[in-house]
């Protein structure tokens, strides 16, 4: 195990590191300059506890939080772990859980959720052995903008518009912004549910869940 310290997140200082370790693992990059913007926009009213794990030379190898968004109900809580892949499956990931977990429970917490890739086994067993279940898939799509034809596609958002589904700039959900995998569920999410979109073809996340 290695021997390492828990202390509050400086976003001024451990920024760039966070994005490296959220890198790992996300699909859609971020920068430590994209991590100030949504501590920018936190929502007035959120509950969050972010600590960062750093070794004995003070280096951040990961971080945990649980956070309760203000248009949650009540105990309702996200709790994310990140680890340095390198130093995965050496205590770490279990001590900033356990943490964050403590808060979670001091605020009253009723249900949780998470997410892991689900092409990371490892990943999947630590959330499943601390009684997280799957709940659903959602997949990430990227598009080569450079690349893009747009022409086959013409007329198409006129159409949709038609039948009632409105289109609005992703800057719109800024409020919502709270960590990297937060806003990404939040922008899908409402896109989903605008259009009535059904699930994807390719699920490549799964989204767990912890209940009482």
Known sequence: MVD?????????????RLAEII???????????????WEANRPEGQ???????????????????AVHQPWEQAGRFWVEVAVDSA?????????????AWQFAQQQGVTKAKSAVRDNCAHCLR???????VIDRHIF??????????????????????ARGIRFFKSCRYRRYRGSPA??????????????????????VRAVCEMGF
């Open 182 to 203: 937060q806003a990404l569920r939040a922008q899908h999410q409402a896109a989903v549910g605008r259009a009535g979109l059904g699930r994807g073809a390719r699920a």
């Open 23 to 37: 890198n790992q693992f996300e699909p859609i990059s971020v920068t430590a300059e994209r991590l100030h913007e």
């Open 47 to 65: 509950l969050r506890q972010r600590h960062a794990a750093v070794d004995e030379a003070g280096y951040v190898v990961g971080f945990g939080e």
């Open 140 to 161: 990430d799509s990227t598009l080569a903008l450079d690349t893009f034809d747009e022409q086959p596609f013409a007329g198409t958002i006129e159409a949709v518009e």
């Open 87 to 99: 130093l995965a499956r050496q205590g770490i990931g279990t001590q900033l859980y356990a943490d």
């Open 4 to 16: 390492i310290k828990l202390r509050p997140v400086n976003p001024e200082t451990d920024f760039p």
């Open 126 to 132: 630590f959330a499943e052995q601390r009684s997280f």
